[in-house]
């Protein structure tokens, strides 16, 4: 999955916008059968918005406002559209069925809370964003991002996102474990794969990443034949 928290649309690529701009206007047209052709080419775009904000509004969000079929809207949550993803003036896809009177959607698009964060979680995203703003440097000063919430995490047994950052040659990638929070930082500058971190309540700490070299052909046991 991705998250996508730049704001500016002249930082995109053309081709790439004019990927983004068709995948958005699949959505807020109700084409959900080009909608579903473009998500198998592009999976992770799932819970993308229009670039630039707008209005924040995602696949999901778009289906809630349309009243989508039963059908469409669990096929989106299939392809892991998150129900915790909010519009940018705070709305869920369940807010937007409900103004809409959608009542047909209103217990399918109820966010499900699959694993717990930390606690407590609002102390838990600061110290992620914490960690986003020391590790980034001034890219966050010179160029607007959005900073990603930690409730997508919860929505799944094994949900990992990347957090593309302009200046920075490359992300962040993150996902829940047992305890803690865990963070990778990488660039296509690095020589390994980056550097890792564990955030949690108390506040976040780069993690040692020891590399286990992979057993010698010598050492293979094969079951006797």
């Known amino acids: 999955m991705e998250w996508d928290g730049l704001t500016d649309r002249e930082r995109f690529n ?6 983004r701009d068709r995948l958005s206007d699949m959505a807020r047209d109700a084409d959900w059968n080009g909608l579903f052709e473009e998500l198998g080419r592009h999976p992770g775009r799932v819970n993308l918005p229009r670039p630039g904000y707008r209005s ?12 989508a079929d039963f059908a469409v809207v669990s096929r989106l949550l299939a392809h892991g559209a998150w129900r915790t993803q909010r519009t940018r003036d705070g709305r869920r896809a369940v807010d937007i069925a409900r103004e809409q009177g959608h009542t047909h959607l209103l217990e399918l698009l109820e966010p499900v809370m699959v694993r717990q ?20 440097g001034r890219c966050f000063e010179e160029i607007e991002h959005l900073l990603p919430p930690l409730a997508p995490l919860t929505e799944g047994p094994a949900v990992e996102i990347f957090f593309q950052v302009v200046g920075m040659m490359g992300g962040f990638t993150y996902r829940l474990e047992e305890d803690y929070v865990h963070v990778r930082a990488h660039s296509r500058m690095d020589g390994d794969d980056g550097d890792h971190y564990r955030v949690t309540p108390e506040g976040w700490s780069r993690i040692e990443r020891t590399r286990v070299p992979p057993p010698s052909s ?8």
Do not use: N
């Open 117 to 136: 964060l930390p606690s407590p979680p609002e102390v838990l995203e600061d110290h992620f964003h914490a960690l986003l703003r020391e590790r980034t």
């Open 218 to 225: 010598r050492a293979v046991q094969r079951p006797p034949s």
């Open 14 to 19: 053309e081709w790439y916008l004019k990927e």
């Open 56 to 67: 924040g509004f995602a696949a999901l969000h778009q289906a809630a406002w349309h009243g």
